[in-house]
């Protein structure tokens, strides 16, 4: 300790008696915005404002400049592509509305007509596209796109994703495929297929779930998908196992909630064991007191166990939060026409 303590102490001495100046440098929007006042009318200038404004997350004043920049020369279509991407990255964080995505797509229309950023435009208007769920006029755009630039991985999942909302499995899987094959870390296009095999009720879906986890071991949709595979397919022991993964990560948020009520259904309807199912739903309601389902299915179990005080308490609980839960009231009301000697 003493060791560091000296060396420490000559350093500091040191920088006392040898000041070493600081070299400061200028922020670059102070350095173009000052070429901006001696020359006003050259719209690059506004771009690369703009562009400093974009790296530094400052969309708004991005947005301005490259208005400005617009109306000195319109013809110049990366302005447009720049100025169409910062409202669709502002619609995509909710800071605009339908009216800005279609502006949005107005302009990425005229990057493609002055020759610019083509590919990136053709691919962006079909995003704005399938917002608006024109699934089959956003993949035309994206088949324009690739046959400009096949190597963009992105392209491929989004046509994943209008396939897959046409219903047109196999492409949407050759989609999703193809995209790895341009980008093999693609935990988005592993958990997309994953998605649509388990909607086929294909084992093969835990595989690419699996692909997921070996490139996000904190991938807790991931880790519930596995689990409601091997539920799905009475491998109880595998389901488990995945389901506590997910609760071992002790962030108590909606997935944290669901693994307990579906390892209660398990418990409860698949091993038979209501008292192991009940402990699963008190989980539940602890971290989500409105959860109504875990009450309704707690005074089921309760009921199989006997416990009719404690199943009618339950049942209503789940009435008070929904009122409107059909099945809770029936099962109420037959429990109480069955019991009417209990009090």
Known sequence: MKFFYVLFSVVLFSCVNKPVEKKQTEDPIIIVSHQIENNITNDSLYVERAKINI??????????????????????????????????????????NS???????????????????????????AEILLAFQ?????????????????????????????????????????????????????EEAYMQIGNLYYFLKDSNAIQYYNSVISLNPNNRIAYYNIALSYDENQYY???????????????????????????????????????NAIDYYLEAIRINEKHFLSFYQMAFCYQKLGDVRSAEKYYRKSLDISSGFEKAQQQLDQLLLDNIKYK
Do not use: W
Not at 69 to 92: I, K, N, Q
Not at 139 to 157: A, R
Not at 258 to 271: D, S
């Open 134 to 186: 024109k699934f089959e006029d956003a993949i035309e755009l994206l088949k324009i796109s690739l046959s400009i630039n096949n190597t963009n991985h992105h392209s491929y999942i989004l046509l994943g994703y209008c396939y897959k909302e046409l219903n047109d499995i196999e492409l949407a899987i050759s989609s999703f495929q193809k995209s790895i094959s341009l980008e093999s870390n693609n």
């Open 99 to 125: 009216e800005s995505a279609i502006l949005s797509a107005k302009h990425f229309q005229k990057a493609i007509l002055y020759e610019s950023d083509s590919a990136m435009s053709y691919k962006k208007g």
């Open 55 to 96: 790296d530094r997350n400052r969309l708004v004043e991005a947005l301005k400049d490259l208005e400005q920049a617009l109306l000195l020369d319109s013809t110049d279509g990366h302005t447009h592509y720049l100025f169409a991407d910062v409202l669709l990255e502002m619609a995509r964080r909710g800071e605009g």
């Open 237 to 275: 022991s595998k389901a488990q196992d995945a389901y506590h993964k997910i609760l071992d990560f002790k962030i108590e948020d909606i997935h944290y909630t669901n693994a307990c009520y579906n390892l209660g259904i398990m418990f409860q309807e698949a091993l038979e064991d209501p008292k």
